[in-house]
């Protein structure tokens, strides 16, 4: 284990809420988590579970009526809740960054790639066009990307969706962030592709110390890039601890079920030759309107018990390794990915 | 370019020709206009005298050949009625009709654009709903009537603004223009803004839909995450994108607004080509009707190849046919 070292980012029981006829929403419930430099969390669920919302919240971008209702998200040392507009947007872009899920959506497809940068840099720092435009330059060649003076001058439809996405990426490297959100950036592309930008984003948030957050609904990407875990299930962090904790030992049924239906943990064929087939969770991940009241799990969960009406309190069930499970599944009935 | 300018030409070439063998029949076909020209007491060899000079006594065939080699030599003719070369007769409106059309929606896209995009960034504020409210009956009110009402309160009531007519021109090479002068401008107003409404309107509505549409887009999301300010955001990532349907429509109302601002031309008795045309069509004046709508379709046809230059230069992924072989 590294030595403890300050976290760059902590939030603490964030609650976003939106404001609905029917009365308030709460999308995100008092989730807790923390990065430190250089670290890579992965902040796992299936679309809905206010994994993205999360992300928002902690850039400020949270779109009325949504608003953060509760909670502290605290950057080094400093309380985010309460800034001001225009406090807010020193710091994104700046200090915290964040990559969006679909390259062909997120540059923009009437401006060239050098004024998408150079307006990135020159909106926190004052640095002439040249000067902006080296840097630019030097953030595309560090993501891997040929000839970047060409690219430079390049419109976004004349790249290819790995190349969009390395801009983006470069973009957010632009202005050496404590803090890299990343939306499920690899959905969208190949996997060849997709593996060299994970590799990539690893080596470049380790070496220059950047936190990053990693949002997927793929545990196999989790298992290959994170540090450490966190599963959300219906605006809640259900179970969170380091990589290896909650992929070979799941505590929380939900986690246990994510992983038997990733068709990776049921690539090994059984006696026969034939390959096991995928288990998958009963029913369906509830909207946000009709979020059960205590565990949102039970009415899926085999293990749901009368006790599972109540909301489960988080249950340290080995050091860092967190659960919020009132029946939490013993450690030998893990299974590797 | 070079070759998309030139194919454009030649495509321009077909649509006149078409254009003019329509007209012409077309005209040909409302009546004879020896019936409107000639003294109803003349004699049968009188008759026959004047449609003869006027060469109206030849099949039409024979006319029409005869117009289209007089045309390609550059003249379509003498009007019937004033007995001078027709194009010089509409091109002696052209620049009343020219200034008039550019004010009006100079007016149109100065207020519009920016009115549009407040409704789009505020749509359930107050005044984005009255912004709204408004464009609707820039919308449905009739330009007449609106013209007349402008009449009655800026000229009548209050006596602000002349009612009608030109006013002084200042000339610059030969053109005669009322920007130059003040009582110019006062003439031109009430005219400018009654047809300016109707394409205000319009502008409002499509910048404010594109506004909307835009906002909820991802490379909106982004660079407010790039954390750019509200006015880059709006100003330049939002506008940009939203700028390429609303070129179309103002090339296409400008086209338009040269050509048929007949009614509010005749409200307010401003000597343009709107109402040269009227007349003509009453009067059957074939030579002046058929190089109006030649020349309207000329204008049509250089506005559409400025509106596809622009598209070029705003969305670098439009490629103009023909100019990168």
Known sequence: MNAPREPTLVVDRLTTRFASRSGAVTAVDEVSFSVAPGEVLGLVGESGSGKSLTGFSILGLVDPPGEIAAGSIRLKGRELRGLSAREWRALRGDRIAMIFQDPMMTLNP???????????????????RDAARELARDALARVGIPSPDERLRAYPHQLSGGMRQRVAIAIALLNAPDLIIADEPTTALDVTIQAQILFEMQTLCRESGTALIWITHDLAVVAGLADRVCVMYAGRIVEQGSTAQVLETPAHPYTRGLLDSTPAANAQPDEGGQP??????????????????????????THASE???????????APGHVARCFHPLPATQGVKP | MTLFILRRMLQAFNVLFVMSLLVFAGVYAIGNPLDLLVDPN??????????????????????????????????????FIHGVPALGLI???????LELAVVAMLIAVLLGIPLGLWAGLRPDSWSGRTIMAGSILGFSLPTFWVGLMLIMVFAVQLGWLPASGRGPTAEVLGVPISLLTADGWRHLLLPAANLALFKLSLIIRLTRSGTREALLQDYVKFAR????????????????????????VVGLEFGSLIAFSVVTESIFAWPGMGKLLLDSITQLDRPVVVAYLLLVVTLYVVINL????????LDPRVRLAGASQ
């Open chain 1, 276 to 301: 096991q087939p995928l288990r998958q969770i009963p029913g369906m991940a509830p909207s946000l309107k009709e979020i059960p009241a205590g565990c949102a799990f039970r009415p899926r969960c």
């Open chain 2, 91 to 97: 091109v002696e409106r052209l620049p009343a009709t």
């Open chain 1, 307 to 317: 006790l599972c009406e109540q909301v489960p309190p988080a249950v340290e069930l």
């Open chain 2, 42 to 79: 003349a004699t049968a060899e009188d008759m026959a005298r004047a449609a003869a000079s006027l060469g109206l006594d030849q099949p039409l065939w024979a006319q029409y050949a005869r117009f289209l080699g007089n045309a390609l030599q550059g003249d379509l003719g003498n009007s």
């Open chain 1, 110 to 128: 009437v401006l060239r790639i050098d004024t998408q940068m150079i307006e990135t840099v020159r909106a926190h720092r004052h640095v002439g």
């Open chain 2, 306 to 313: 400025a509106v596809d230059l622009l598209y070029a230069a």
């Open chain 2, 225 to 248: 995450a790039k954390g750019l300010s509200n006015a880059r955001v709006v100003g330049v990532h939002v506008l940009k994108n939203i700028l390429i349907p609303i070129v179309t």
